[in-house]
């Protein structure tokens, strides 16, 4: 038997003004487009803004439904829009940013599983890492180099083949 052992780096700022420009000028692009969320079941409005390999910006924003289940991220709106408006064009980056009446917006939120799966086939379909920038309205920023280091042991195209 051997232990193995999964470790990944990531760079915290204390805020945005520690950012270069291009940073936080996404961040604060994915702070404003959490009003365009429809979250009147969570109260919980998620941004997500992408910054294209061809210079092009893309936001999402969460969508819920009455039938709860139906309801989509802001993080795969995002990545459904980018596919059809710019097909085969790589993501930079993406910076996610959060707001609602009854949360504190003070600190980063990172994607739930199914957007890590989802921004994992995306990254690989493209062949180009997708950097997060997470954060909420204030407080500290976390930058992640790749997405698929957020799904270790991730299942992908390659069992199926
Ligand atoms: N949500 C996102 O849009 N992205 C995330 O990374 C986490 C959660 C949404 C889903 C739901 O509409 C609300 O936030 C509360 O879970």
């Not at 998620?46 to 802001?74: D, F």
């Not at 795969?76 to 993501?91: D, E, Q, S």
Request: aromatic residues 8%; proline residues 4%.
């Amino acid at each position: 038997m051997k232990q193995s052992k999964i470790e990944f780096e990531y760079e915290v700022y204390n805020d945005i003004g520690e950012l270069n420009e291009e940073d936080a000028w996404l961040l604060n692009e994915a702070r404003s487009v959490t009003e365009q969320a429809y979250a009147p079941y969570s109260n919980f409005n998620v941004g997500a803004v992408a910054m294209l390999a061809n210079g092009e910006v893309v936001a999402g924003t969460n969508q819920e439904n009455a039938s709860y289940p139906v309801g989509i991220c802001a993080e795969r709106v995002l990545l459904g829009t980018a596919a059809n408006l710019h097909p085969n064009v790589a993501i930079k980056t993406i910076a996610i940013s959060y707001n609602g009446d009854e949360v504190k917006s003070d600190h980063p939120i990172s994607p739930c599983g199914m957007c890590r799966q989802a921004l994992l086939e995306y990254e690989t379909r493209l062949k180009q890492p997708i950097r997060l920038i997470l954060g909420g309205m204030e407080g500290k920023v976390y930058i992640i180099k790749s997405a698929e280091l957020l799904l270790p042991f991730a299942f992908t195209s390659t069992e199926l083949k």
